[in-house]
């Protein structure tokens, strides 16, 4: 059973405009998040993270929101740019502290329109 | 910047052929793992390791094993391929932080 869904598999939006990405998990025992980004034959790049006892965390054009009641999380990203194309990797936390393993969503392939 | 290397990033291979998949890091992680991934899937993990000599299976069952000799070297061997094992292998270290940093992956093809 997933515990951590990503379930529109794509998202298109205009550059300039907000991307929103969302998230959801099952397991409560998650105590943090984060994305990453990842373009065709590479590997996953880290791209922000939150802690479970945060609701917010920005870093320039980029915010994750979450909302542990839910067991959602989102990735605003404003304004869009074309290099911000790629599929978009959710990612929690298992508690384990020091010795923590990260279980992955599916991805969500974002297009960023010029 | 994480320094993580896989070699080779590219690989096409006969069934039954032995291979051996090379992951280096000069972070001095401790935490090192492997995941495989398919287009529009999660990534899976296969393998990791919290140090020389440990090592243990992940969530997802593998025919590949692993092997931790030296702190910066952690490579995947599958003993005889097959087309099964087609994927990208991607190979990750962690230091005291939660972030993992990944190497830029194999893509593994068996014919």
């Known amino acids: 059973d997933q515990q951590v869904k990503q379930n529109s598999p794509s998202l298109s939006v205009q550059e300039g405009r907000i991307s929103i990405l969302n998230c959801d998990y099952t397991?409560?025992?998650?105590?943090?998040f984060l994305w990453y980004k990842k373009y065709p034959a590479e590997g996953p790049t880290f791209l922000i993270s939150i802690s479970s006892i945060k609701d917010k965390n920005e870093d320039g054009r980029f915010t994750v929101f979450l909302n542990k009641s839910a067991k959602h999380l989102s990735l605003h990203i404003v304004p869009s740019q074309p290099g911000d194309s790629a599929v978009y990797f959710c990612a929690a936390s298992d508690g384990g502290g020091a010795n923590s393993k990260l279980t992955f969503g599916k991805g969500i392939t974002l297009s960023v329109r010029p | 910047e994480a320094d993580i290397y896989q070699t080779p990033r590219y690989l096409v291979i006969g069934t039954g052929k032995k291979i051996t998949l090379e992951c280096s890091q000069t972070?001095?992680?401790?935490?090192m793992y492997w995941y495989q991934q398919d287009p529009g899937m999660e990534l899976h993990l296969i393998h990791y390791s919290y140090g020389v000599n440990s090592t243990e299976k992940g969530d997802l069952s593998s025919e590949s094993t692993v092997s931790r000799i030296r702190t910066e070297h952690f490579p995947l061997t599958l003993e005889s391929a097959r087309p099964s094992h087609t994927s990208q292998y991607l190979c990750a270290s962690k230091g005291i932080s939660y972030e993992q940093y990944f190497g830029p992956g194999t893509r593994l093809t068996v014919t």
């Open positions: 397991n409560s025992m998650f105590d943090y």
């Open positions: 972070m001095g992680h401790d935490k």
